[in-house]
């Protein structure tokens, strides 16, 4: 009997992809809260932007909330990776709870440089999306009136301050490289003398995980991302494959594949957000396989061995 062949599928699949450091602590943390202390932990806000991973965690006990009144007395909370505003832990503090904050290392560095700004008397020109938890979080740290909020060139070409010798600026940590080099190309011009972050706020992995997409996306007919509809760093990545002329869709798991957008690909990329695990990447490139003879091919453009310690009184779990 003749077995009808395969088409032929080549895969470009980028590194690094998938989950970062900061990601890993997170979901470590709730997992280790788990082990010491039962189930349930509360969980205020989605933990990281991914729903296999959410659900995961509530089928070992994590109760998800989105704010701290819907906290019972007397269990543990969790803060997500996101950062929080202020008023959180204090809340917490005020009614007793015990909480662990899973704040990425790297977004608590932006906090504490909002903190000093605003301290020394500046005035901060915040770089970031409108109601994204960690500009949230980032806005929270200091007295209101403190930040004003940047996203686009055209804000950057408006923005009126008090005081245009007494500036900073600070970014969201998962925001296009290319996007944020524009606006802060327009705010230098207007305002020379505006203080920079001394290193820069967007992060490693961010700006690893676009440059892995940006080195495959010219040679391929289309490049999956996978990832959540809520995930900045996620959403980049389909816009910096679009940006090098190549179309790129979002999907979350292999049942949101559609067989036709494969029609007359040969050369297909994958990448991956920083909080997607690659699980669901083997899930879809396996889906991919029922139906075309997949070559894969890893294009690595940059290593990652950083780690975060976990919070005291987690580590020795």
């Known amino acids: 009997m003749n077995m009808q062949q395969k088409p032929f599928l080549e895969l470009l699949i980028a ?15 709730v997992e280790r809260a788990i082990e010491l202390h039962g189930a349930p932990v509360y969980v205020r806000h989605e933990i990281v932007h991914n729903k296999y991973v959410v659900e995961s965690l509530k089928a070992k006990g994590a109760i998800f909330v989105d704010e701290l009144d819907e906290v019972p007395d007397g269990v543990h909370v969790v803060f997500s990776a996101h950062g929080v505003p202020k008023s959180v832990p204090a809340a ?11 704040t990425c290392p790297l977004v608590s560095k932006v906090h504490r440089q909002a903190e000093r700004l605003v301290a020394a008397g500046r005035h901060i020109l915040f770089i970031g999306h409108a109601g994204h938890p960690e500009v949230v979080g980032t806005f ?18 408006a923005v009126a301050v008090a005081d245009p010798d007494n500036l900073a600026f600070l970014t969201q940590t998962t925001l296009s490289v290319e996007d944020t080099a524009s606006i802060l190309a327009i ?6 003398d505006i203080v920079a972050p001394k290193a820069d706020d967007i992060c ?21 991302v996978i990832g959540a509809p809520n995930s900045s760093n996620s959403l980049r990545l389909v816009e910096v494959a679009e940006r090098e002329g190549t179309t790129a869709r979002l ?17 297909l990329g994958i990448s991956a957000g920083a909080s997607a695990p690659e699980i669901l990447v083997r899930e879809v ?8 003879d997949v070559a894969e091919r890893q294009v690595e453009t940059a290593e990652e061995n950083i780690a975060f310690k976990l919070p005291r009184g987690l580590e020795a779990a």
């Open 92 to 102: 917490a503090q005020d009614r007793g709870l015990s909480y662990f904050d899973a």
């Open 15 to 29: 590194a690094p992809r998938g989950f970062c450091a900061g990601v890993d602590r997170a979901i470590q943390i």
């Open 285 to 292: 490139i396996d889906h991919i396989a029922t139906r075309f």
């Open 140 to 157: 929270g740290q200091v007295p209101d009136g403190n930040l004003t909020l940047i996203e686009t060139d055209a804000d950057a070409r």
């Open 204 to 224: 490693y992995a961010t700006s690893n995980r676009q440059a892995a997409v940006r080195a495959i996306a010219a040679s391929c007919d289309l490049v999956l």
């Open 251 to 267: 999907i979350q798991r292999a049942a949101d594949l559609d067989f036709d957008w494969l029609a007359g690909v040969g050369t």
């Open 187 to 192: 705010l230098q011009q207007r305002f020379p």
